[in-house]
């Protein structure tokens, strides 16, 4: 009689337990893995048979840069095929617009140019890749038919290999513009910061203080190697990633290794620039990284649930793959990503292996309500203010054309922004509600 009783207890439960669970399913619990789609907008690869000649097939092209430069958006195209050269090309269509002048000031280092970015105020920066004993130098364009000029030149150790990527935030204008390069000498890792200080002969204006700051003893204990490189997340804290370590999140006081993905769900030895893609509205984050191994270089996109990394499961999308044979055996590549419009944007580049743009969708970035009060709202920019009328004590957040936050206000229709320049992305909410974007042309 017991056992009979347990029997149907047991059924019971079963089905009650399913029961249960496909109303959770039905109900869509936070944190469940959501539908994430990805359409290719452009694509020049191996796989397509269209392999640009700047790429080539001798692991000379390895970064590029997506922002705003003298005056308009490009995607920076760093190459050492045929000479050292920084292409500009078109983010709609990835056709080539123009170049830089590559002087003979540009010399020294493994590889003379490398990897790019662009500060918030529309400058072109350009770094060399350095191994062991040497120089590494970042370079500066202020327009696109400027001279370079050298922004930073540090002296390295033997223990040193820096330049395989670098990151920049904040404007040199304003002197708030850092360069973190992260070290990818085998076993050795740590993350050096170049901060901005007044110019003593330019009064009012700054230069890049040539003696940089560690500030990432958490890496000190991480095994890295070639390609290690860092993306700094909304709330402070920045993502790791080199071609022999795991994605990792480190506080952003660079002391604490906060979480990592497994090394099951993304190899550690499978590729590079690990990069902050968006934050939906039910707080759903969303990050990627370029992976190079035989049939697959292409970048996963992993979701994230309350930064937590260590839960990540799986990927939840990948772009398609610039080729099926192992052509990169460096797992060299780049990423970079914007929102522009609502939409999300990446843009990826595999070395050896190809180029494109593709569109991610499915990230939710409204409540699905339809506000009315969007048709009624302006934004005006007048005196080096942006102004919203048409709302009261609106929340206004301004980001880079790559989708990085610059400055905010909170409970107000005014915003300074005298000190930028460039085109920048404008989000006007009300309790916590986006309500409307738009995009602004600051000169």
Not at 49 to 62: E, S
């Amino acid at each position: 009689m017991i056992l009979l009783i347990l029997i149907i207890y047991i059924i019971f439960m079963k089905k009650f337990t399913l029961f249960f669970a496909a109303i959770i399913a039905a109900l869509g619990v936070k944190g469940q893995n959501p539908s994430i789609d990805v359409s290719t907008k452009w694509q020049f690869s191996v796989a397509t048979g269209d392999l640009p000649t700047y790429i080539g097939t001798g692991n000379n092209c390895r970064g590029i840069a997506l922002g705003a430069f003298d005056g308009e958006k490009v995607l920076a195209v760093v190459t050492r095929q045929g000479g050292s050269q920084i292409l500009l090309l078109d983010p709609s269509d990835g056709s080539q617009k123009s170049s830089l002048t590559v002087s003979s000031i540009v010399t020294g280092g493994n590889f003379a140019v490398n990897d790019a970015a662009i500060t918030d105020d529309g400058k072109m920066l350009v770094c060399n890749t350095i191994v062991g004993a040497g120089a590494f130098k970042v370079y500066r364009w202020d327009n696109a038919t400027d001279e370079p000029a050298v922004a930073i030149q540090y002296a390295t150790a033997t223990t040193e290999r820096l330049g395989d990527t670098f990151t920049a935030t904040g404007s040199i204008d304003d002197g708030t513009a850092k360069v973190y390069a992260s070290n990818g000498a085998s076993g050795t890792g740590k993350i050096l910061c170049w901060s901005m200080i007044q110019d003593v002969d330019n009064p009012g204006s700054y230069v890049f203080d040539q003696t940089p700051v560690d500030f990432s003893t958490a890496m000190h204990g991480i095994a890295v190697s070639v390609g290690s490189n860092i993306d700094f997340l909304p709330d402070g804290s920045f993502l790791h990633k080199s071609t022999r370590s795991v994605i990792s999140r480190i506080s952003g006081d660079g002391t604490t290794v906060l979480s990592s993905i497994p090394d099951l769900v993304a190899p550690n030895d499978a590729g590079m620039s690990v990069k902050y893609i968006a934050t939906g509205a039910d707080m759903t984050s969303y990050i990627t990284y370029f992976t190079a191994m035989p049939g697959t270089q292409l970048c996963r996109i992993f979701a994230v649930t309350d930064w937590d990394l260590d839960a990540v499961t799986e990927p939840v999308a990948s772009t398609p793959s610039f080729a099926d044979d192992d052509v990169n055996l460096n797992r060299t590549g780049k990423v970079a990503s914007e929102i522009e419009d609502g939409k999300v944007y990446l843009y990826v580049l595999g070395t050896n292996s190809g180029i494109g743009k593709y569109e991610i969708t499915g990230i939710d970035f409204n409540t699905g309500i339809k506000n009315p009060l969007n048709d009624n709202i302006n934004i005006n920019l007048s005196g080096g203010i942006l102004s919203v009328t048409g709302i009261d004590s609106p929340s206004i957040t301004l980001y880079n054309a790559i989708g990085q936050k610059v400055k905010s206000a909170v409970n107000s229709n005014r915003l300074p922004v005298n000190e930028l320049k460039g085109i920048y992305i404008v989000s006007i909410s009300k309790n916590n509600e986006i309500i409307k974007t738009d995009k602004a042309s600051i000169k």
